[in-house]
């Protein structure tokens, strides 16, 4: 007798409720069927199921998500990007308190502490009929931003290793939750041939029928819960793995339920309603967004960081900004939807000759950039729109840049406020080469945004 395995999996699913209803009916209802053919069922996801952009995952800072996820029935998850950089520390470490499944982990230390993260364990296992040991392991993106937020995020390598030394006779089957990305899955399928399946994520992904290098199967599911994933194999006598097999499940092609949509909207209601109720200013007139020009929004934005960094200077884009504000009391709602961004302010030392590079970065792509079509890296709006200064002037006839109207000297040092994505996108390199960069991840841009306008514009009576 061969032991039947199957695994339901979903990745990136970055609170996209709309799907929600479907992928959790298809995974109760998808269970049962490969149950009644003998296999044994695991449910897992692959992070990034939280994203702040989304008002109930802001409203909660992401326990709702936790909530939706225990009506499955997971068996294991691991943590993404999203929920390590877009919660606090206090938040992440309290985030999985109801969960009602394990959240493994292999490449994360807690600072304050120098061990695994109270909240996550680096293995489960289950035993099959047959006395075959599976086991689970997780690894997340080794962003080395983790640091500011006081995780430790491990090399990948060294950290495989060691974790197969310390195991070596402990399991039958080997499956790692990775979200890595799709090269580094298929590095660690060449390099690591104990591990037989790699359910993969965080690059958005689509591996349809899966992707066999060497003896490993990797897979992955996109993003947004458009698709859920399903692996299916079998162990045999000699514990051995045979007839590997993947697939992917359309979510758009499931079948709704007249409920959904009601389920979805209410969803949509209590983040909004949550947000809404918390006032922020009482702002005098109308003040609208230009995706081309300055404008009063982008203005206020940069004057915002400014005084978050400590600077006389900044630079922001248009883009970031998806909305008017209306003229009198401004709620976090309407915070949320004007800057839905998991972004942080950024403070950046330059020399002369340093910021002198940074602004000809910009000012060869600014163009370019108003209309270029932008997602990702914190980023949650469409277009990237015109990079906006202040306290910064260029000359492009005498190609001579001036802070606060005195021309920069090579040698001499320069602070200015920033976004950390400019730090991560590709479009100004010399911003991640050469400035020294610290990043403000106690606050986003929306909340530094909101206090800002408290203080200008705050509340009558208070």
Known sequence: MM??????????????????????????????????????????????????????????????????????????????????LTTSHDELAHLYDDANFPVILDNVIDERTGQLPSWAIPYRDFLLKNNVRVRFMGLTAPYPTYQYMDWNSLPIKSTIERCLTAWKGQYDVLILLSHLGINNDRRIAKAFPEINVIVGGHTHHLLVHGEKVNQTMLTA??????????????????????????RVYKTSEMKADVKDADEIEHLEDRGEGILASQRVADIPHTMTTSLTDDNELVDLGLKAIEKKAGTTAAVLNTGLFLGNLDKGVVDKNELHKLLPHSIHVMKSEFYGYNLWEVVMEMEKNKDFLVRFEQKGMGFRGKYFGRLIYDGIRYDPEKKQLFYHDELV????????????HYSFIPFFPAISIVGKNDIFYDETLRDVFGDYLAKKFPLKGE
């Open 409 to 420: 000297e090579p040698d001499k040092k320069y602070t200015i406020a920033l976004i950390d």
């Open 221 to 246: 599911a996109e993003k947004w819960g458009h698709y859920v994933g399903e692996i299916t194999f079998d162990v045999n006598d000699d514990k051995r793995v045979e007839n590997m097999k993947a």
């Open 3 to 84: 032991d039947k395995v199957a695994i339901l999996h979903t990745n990136d699913l970055h609170s996209h409720f709309e799907n929600w209803p479907k992928i959790r009916r298809f995974m109760k209802l998808r269970t049962k069927q490969l149950e009644d053919k003998g296999y044994r069922v695991f449910k897992v996801d692959d992070g990034d199921a939280i994203d702040r952009s989304n008002a109930l995952t802001e409203a909660t800072s992401g326990k709702a998500n936790i909530e939706l996820m225990n009506s499955v029935g997971y068996d294991a998850a691991t943590i993404g990007n999203n929920e390590a």
